[in-house]
Nanobody, 116 residues
Framework: QVQLVESGGGLVQAGGSLRLSCVASGRIFSVSVMGWYRQAPGKQRELVAAINSGGTINYADSVKGRFTISRDNAKNTVYLQMNSLKPEDTAVYYC??????????WGQGTQVTVSS
């Protein structure tokens, strides 16, 4: 069994910063992709950023230059540093773990609200 626990969401003014963390526990493999997705009200869940165990990173175009994803393999933790936040970044942010099994794992979600 795998559990993902997220933290770090909150309310921030436009232009501000937040840092999200996600700790994975349980049956964790050494090869995986960890990522952050978000879902705004009335919209589909979308990829924000992902990083594999080798350090290869992928960002959504909308966050390039503002968000930075990183991971600590020893701690099974992935981070998302979000700078220059915009109101359109408001969403529930979900941590995802893909260990190339039949199923992906998701965290419970953390709310990020950016006021204008």
């Amino acid at each position: 069994q795998v559990q993902l626990v997220e933290s770090g969401g909150g309310l921030v003014q436009a232009g501000g910063s937040l840092r999200l963390s996600c700790v994975a526990s349980g049956r964790i493999f050494s090869v995986s992709v960890m990522g952050w997705y978000r879902q705004a009200p009335g919209k589909q869940r979308e990829l924000v950023a992902a990083i594999n165990s080798g350090g290869t990173i992928n960002y959504a175009d909308s966050v390039k230059g503002r968000f930075t994803i990183s991971r600590d393999n020893a701690k099974n933790t992935v981070y998302l540093q979000m700078n220059s936040l915009k109101p359109e970044d408001t969403a529930v942010y979900y941590c995802n773990l893909n260990q190339f099994e039949p199923r992906n794992y998701w965290g419970q979600g953390t709310q990020v609200t950016v006021s204008s």
